[in-house]
Every structure is written in structure tokens, then in C-alpha cells.
């Protein structure tokens, strides 16, 4: 795993595109996602830096990494688990290496197959290659989204960066707030793809390649999320059979490692069935690591983490937070890059730092609620398509229960909108229409959210169960979920693996019908169904629970004197350009006064949007300072 990051001239006589120093420092401010090693290509036209976490080969594999003529040379950030399969076959047709690293396959298969090599590749990574023959450069992210890429042109110079903070470090941008990114935030707790908080900026879309040469930059796509194509006439038992032997060969590609390796642990049923097929691929017991809060009491995730750690026989390590313990919101923002309103990140940054005291690699079961019909909102969807079947007549007569409960009143709020994508943006919103309106005095209501909407579901004609995953799986499980899984956990040099994430499980997945999804009031049924037998039944059953879920009120009152009251009741906030600070205040008022779960989420998304705005480019900047230090004392 690693950082990467370059720059490309994309026209005109090759002459130097950063100045002195640049690269070195825009390859620094990500040295926490590769402390190992450090590499730079560096040729007119063309400069490429590489930050490195030896996990494969670890003495032999420095980036970037070139073919034998030295013509290609490539970089990457991530795992490729085929890679030993792929060498064979560059092998077999010629082609030398010079070390075991899985990087070094990319410049072998370019040269083979220069358009289409990345749909070669089974894992998770973003690459950069320069062809020096056609001086170009080609990006490509990996189709799930799991590891980052962000791309800006600046006059003729393309720069690229795995994290934002590399793109800033560069001096390159002007850093303008992009107001539809704050827009479709506002809405969403997180910023949609292609979009970043600064114009100009671009994150490259999971499953996109871009080529930048003289001819300009081209952006396309090599692979799309799969449409559900349900196949009939198949048993319960055969889908059931087929999932987890399917799981178990992700798992199995993902045990690849030459560092310690072990796996995050909540107690739920994706991430302990990971364990126990790991526990059944291996002669050693498994490192499992888990955190939880103390005052979550009987829900906390720490319980059941220890019934699967003994059940399957771990070596089990935990951590134990406090709503009362004091948060550096400002370091996550540093390390997300972005404004993300998930508290589940607080936990999972503490989670990545236990488990990087003890191993390199961790697995991990995230991706199974959105491939596999894991959240509630799946289940509501289903009871909205039967309410949409019931006579006009119990229709007209139901918002009169919206008078007696505010849950039924949110609930119908859903059922009003006109649309099956408006109907599942309404499930999913931080800020519902009517207070974003209210809060930007009527400047914001989340229109570039309802594009990012729309953008996902082009050309679905289905269920809106089988349309709520569908759309989930690009929108929130990209640009909220893997974006803070990557970000938290790369800055404790920690590499997290998906393999429900496995494009190849993925596109199983999308084959199985909806019902074995969501069954009744049965979520994630049919992996529950492939569980039995390998895990207790309490874990195989329990609802599932967010990891802040449980505490979330008392959370943010124990931070109400702390970072809401600085951050958002004190001074003059910069969030100011964006919403009324006199209406903010009010709600954030009443929040602290009173906390609900209809005020937890604006408040929240208020709340790290303006920590971001404070404190991101500023840090960058000392981290960038701090770069040169380091360089100027190496």
C-alpha cells in the first residue's frame, strides 16, 4: 500500500513541470500512507512520486517500478491479488522481472496491452503509468472505489495525488471552494464523485481510466456497477453454497502477505464471518482487533467481538473510548481530506491505531450491507413499494398519522416525494430540503446531490430495494464509508482489505434475486442463510447496529462545551459564507439544549464542514512546511 502522486506536461517541447522540490514535498505531506520508502521519476515532461508500504516483497519493492527497456514505468497504491497468475503469463510470453513485487506486473501488461490493461487486474488500486515512447500518462482506479485518485489541470500540467493534500502541497491550486460540492455535502454528509471541495479538482471515478498526452485529458470507463440481473430457478441452499464459496476464494486472495496480517472486528455478522473463513484458511490463530464505547453498555460491539474471538480461538485485542474523551476533529479532517459527517470515522481511526501496533494488513467486512441488503432503509424501501400498492382511498388517509408520531411524519415525508430517486435521496439526507433552504436562505437545497442521484441510477428500471443498493453502492459506499475506511486507516500506515468488495463477488452479487436480500423483515438473509453453522446464532441474528449509534446524543452533549461550542458558537465562523450563521446557531442552540436524532445529523454535518473549512488548508500548508524541513535535513 502507498501514496502516489506526479504531475504530466501535457503538450509542447518536454521542459521541467514542477518546481524543485515539489515532487519531494507533494510525496512527504501522504508519508503516512508509505513510511517504508521513497521513490521519483523524473524527466522533462513527467514527474512521478511514490510513498511506499512494503507489504509484497518487502526489501525489493521500490517504486516506481519500469520495464526492461525502461520505456513504461509505472506506480501504484494498493494490492493486486492476481499478480502471481499475471507474471506467470507475461513470463510465459518473454517478459523479465527483477523482483516479486506485485507493482512490477503494470509496466510488463501496459507494454503488452497498453488500452485495456487495467481490466487484467483483480484488487484494489489507483495506478499511474508513463509511456515514454507516446509520452503519455494513463490513470486508473480500481472499480469499487477503494482507493483514491484525485486529478487537476492547471494550465497544460495534469497533477494527480492519492490524497487531496498532495494536489494542495503542489502550489498549483488556487483552492476555490466549489459551491455545488458544499451543496451536495450540505445534503448528503459527503461529497459525491467527480466532485471535490476545491474548482477544478476531480476525483477519478471507480472503474474510470484517464489518459493525459498532447492531445489533452480524456476520461472512460473500463468497467461499470452491475444493473441487477436476478437469474431464476435456483435453490436458497444453491445461492447460499455459491456466496460462500465465492467469499471464501476473496478471502483466501486477500490472506497474501509478506508482513503481519490480521482483522477489524465488530462483532457483526460481515465482519466476523470474514474472520471465521480466515480462521478456516489458517493454521494460526487470527489477530482480531475491536473498539467500543463504555457507555454504550449491552450494545456496545465490544461483547460481541469477544463471543466470535472465542468461538473461532483469536488472538483478540481491544479498545475501549469514552464519550468524555477528548476529539482532535481537526487531525481526522487533516487525514480525510474532505468534510465527511460520519462519526463512525472517530471510531475507526481509533480501531486502525490498535490494530497497526501489532500487524500491517487487517480485513475487513465492509461492502456486504450494500451488495447483499444490510440497512434498514433497504427494508423501509420495500415497505414503501407495498404502501405504494394499497387503495387510494388508505393512501389519502395516511399523513393524519403523521400528526401522532414525528417518525411516521419523516417517514411520509419519504412517500410524498415524486420520484424513486428523490424517495431514496430523502432516506439518506443530512439536511432535508426545507432546512438546507432555511439555513443558506434559500441558496442551497441540495441540487448537485440530486445529479449525483440521478448520475447513479441512469438507465435502472427496478425495484426501489434493488435501486437503493444499486445507487448505494456508488455514491454512499464510495464517498463516505471507503473514503474514511482508506483515509483513517492509512494514517496509521495501516493496510484495510474488502473482499466482499472482490468485483468478481460483486458481479455474483448482482445476479441474486432481491427477495434473498431483503426477506420480509429479514435484511442481508441470504448471507445470514451462509453464516449458520459457522458463527453463534446471537451473531448471525443481532440487528445491526452503527457503530455510533448507541451513543450518539450523549456524544454530542458530552462535546457541547468542546468542539461544537468552538467551532460553531464561538467567534466568526467561516462557514458563514455558506449558511446564516444567526439560524445555524439557533438549531445548534436547541441540539445542545435538547438532542434529538432529527438535529444529531445537521448539527454534525454544520459542525465538520466548518471544522474543514478552518483547519484543512492551513494544515496542509504546515505539513507541506514540514516536507521541506525534512528534505532540506535528509
Request: a negative charge; hydrophobic letters at 45%; proline letters at 5%.
Amino acid at each position: 500500500m502507498c501514496g502516489i502522486t506526479g504531475a504530466v506536461q501535457l503538450g509542447g517541447p518536454p521542459r521541467a513541470v514542477l518546481l524543485p522540490g515539489t515532487i519531494r514535498r507533494m510525496t512527504e505531506v501522504v508519508r503516512h500512507r508509505g513510511p517504508d520508502d521513497f521513490g521519483t521519476h523524473v524527466e522533462p515532461g513527467v514527474e512521478f512520486g511514490a510513498r511506499r508500504l512494503s507489504i509484497i516483497d518487502v526489501a525489493g519493492g521500490h517504486q516506481p517500478l519500469a520495464n526492461e527497456d525502461g520505456r513504461v514505468i509505472a506506480m501504484q497504491n494498493g494490492e493486486l491479488y492476481n499478480h502471481r497468475a499475471i507474471r506467470d503469463s507475461l513470463v510465459a510470453r518473454g517478459h523479465q522481472f527483477r523482483t516479486a513485487c506485485d507493482t512490477e506486473v503494470l509496466p510488463h501488461l501496459y507494454e503488452d496491452d497498453a488500452n485495456s490493461f487495467e481490466t487484467s487486474l483483480r484488487g484494489m488500486f489507483a495506478v499511474a503509468v508513463w509511456d515514454r515512447r507516446r509520452r503519455r500518462a494513463t490513470l486508473v482506479r480500481d472499480r469499487l472505489g477503494i482507493k483514491p485518485l484525485y486529478y487537476a489541470q492547471v494550465g497544460d500540467v495534469l497533477i494527480f495525488g492519492s490524497e487531496l493534500k498532495s494536489l494542495v502541497a503542489s502550489g498549483l491550486l488556487t483552492a476555490r471552494i466549489d459551491r455545488d460540492a458544499i451543496d451536495a455535502y450540505l445534503a448528503l454528509g459527503f461529497i459525491p464523485g467527480p466532485l471535490t471541495p476545491f474548482e477544478g479538482v476531480r476525483k477519478l471515478m471507480p472503474g474510470e481510466r484517464l489518459v493525459a498526452d498532447s492531445e489533452g485529458v480524456r476520461v472512460s470507463r473500463y468497467w461499470s456497477m452491475p444493473a441487477p440481473e436476478e437469474a431464476p430457478g435456483r435453490t436458497v441452499e444453491s445461492w447460499s453454497s455459491e456466496l460462500l464459496e465465492r467469499l471464501e476464494q476473496a478471502v483466501a486472495m486477500r490472506l497474501m502477505s509478506d508482513v503481519p496480517l490480521g482483522a477489524l472486528l465488530s462483532g457483526g455478522l460481515d465482519s466476523s464471518l470474514i474472520v471465521a473463513l480466515m480462521a478456516r484458511l489458517s493454521t494460526d490463530p487470527i489477530e482480531t482487533f475491536a473498539v467500543g464505547f463504555t457507555e454504550a453498555g449491552p450494545a456496545s460491539e465490544l461483547r460481541h467481538a469477544r463471543l466470535v474471538a472465542e468461538h473461532l480461538g483469536t488472538h483478540h485485542r481491544e479498545l475501549e473510548l469514552s464519550i468524555h474523551d477528548t476529539v482532535d476533529l481537526a487531525q481526522l479532517t487533516f487525514h480525510l481530506d474532505e468534510p465527511v459527517a460520519d462519526l463512525s470515522a472517530l471510531g475507526f481511526h481509533a480501531l486502525c491505531g490498535l490494530a497497526s501496533e501489532h500487524v500491517s494488513v487487517a480485513l475487513s467486512g465492509q461492502g456486504a450491507d450494500e451488495m447483499l441488503g444490510g440497512y434498514e432503509r433497504y427494508r423501509n424501501a420495500r415497505l414503501i413499494e407495498r404502501f405504494d400498492r394499497l387503495p387510494a382511498a388508505l393512501r389519502r388517509a395516511a399523513p393524519v398519522a403523521g400528526l401522532v408520531s414525528p417518525r411516521l411524519g419523516r417517514a411520509l415525508a419519504v412517500l410524498r416525494e415524486s420520484s424513486p430517486d428523490a424517495r431514496l435521496m430523502r432516506m439518506k439526507r443530512h439536511l432535508s430540503p426545507e432546512l438546507q433552504a432555511a439555513l443558506t436562505l434559500g441558496r442551497s437545497h441540495g441540487s448537485a446531490a440530486t445529479r449525483a442521484f440521478a448520475a447513479a441510477s441512469a438507465g435502472f428500471d427496478g425495484s426501489l430495494v434493488a435501486r437503493a443498493m444499486y445507487v448505494d453502492s456508488q455514491l454512499g459506499l464510495v464517498d463516505d464509508m471507503l473514503h474514511y475506511f482508506d483515509r483513517a486507516s492509512m494514517a496509521h500506515s495501516l493496510e484495510v482489505r474488502v473482499p466482499f468488495l472482490d468485483h468478481e463477488l460483486v458481479e455474483f452479487c448482482a445476479t441474486v434475486p432481491t427477495d434473498l436480500k431483503v426477506r420480509g423483515g429479514t435484511t442481508k438473509y441470504l448471507l445470514k442463510t451462509a453464516a449458520r453453522g459457522l458463527l453463534p446464532p446471537e451473531v448471525v441474528d443481532r440487528p445491526k447496529l452503527g457503530f455510533f449509534n448507541p451513543v450518539v446524543g450523549r456524544w454530542f452533549a458530552a462535546q457541547a462545551n468542546r468542539s461544537v461550542r468552538t467551532f460553531l458558537l464561538e467567534g466568526s465562523p467561516e462557514i458563514a459564507e455558506f449558511v446564516d450563521v444567526r439560524q445555524m446557531r439557533a438549531l445548534v442552540e436547541r441540539h445542545v439544549a435538547s438532542p434529538t436524532p432529527a438535529t444529531a445529523d445537521p448539527v454534525l454535518t454544520l459542525l465538520m464542514l466548518e471544522v474543514w473549512l478552518r483547519t484543512y488548508v492551513e494544515s496542509v500548508r504546515d505539513a507541506s512546511r514540514a516536507a521541506d524541513t525534512a528534505v532540506a535535513v535528509a
